[in-house]
């Protein structure tokens, strides 16, 4: 399965984005799909993570509460949704799809992975 991510874009402290995570090659909706981010000169973390259904979800502490992820398997999508940004928010965000359906914290865990989108959070 091939994943594009989009939605990153510049926005102020406080304001909200919302990044999609297009599936094509196969039926996302087969996948557990996770979210991770790469902030400048640090290591890529968690994010959020949704089960093949969206009815599970499980978030970093850090974003719980102002990021909610979900998905729309008729169109081959997942989505998260970001409020509340804050500046240390800001970090090139990729989507992950997980074929053993486990709603993982770990990257290594993931099997496909999209190219990414920059999140820029200006204060």
């Known amino acids: 399965v091939q994943l594009q991510a989009s939605g990153g874009g510049l926005v102020q402290a406080g304001g909200s984005l919302k990044l999609s995570c297009e599936a094509s090659g196969r039926t996302l909706g087969n996948y557990a799909v996770g979210w991770f981010r790469q902030a400048p000169g640090k290591e890529r973390e968690f994010v959020a993570t949704i089960s093949v259904s969206g009815s599970s979800t499980y978030y970093a502490e850090s974003i719980k509460g102002r990021f909610t992820a979900s998905r729309d398997n008729g169109k081959n999508t997942v989505y998260l949704q970001l409020n509340s940004l804050k500046p240390e928010d800001t970090a090139v965000y990729y989507c992950?799809?997980?074929?053993?359906?486990?709603?993982?914290?770990?990257?290594?865990?993931?099997?496909?992975w999209g190219q990414g989108t920059l999140v820029t959070v200006s204060s």
């Open positions: 992950a799809a997980n074929f053993d359906w486990i709603l993982s914290t770990r990257a290594n865990e993931y099997h496909y």
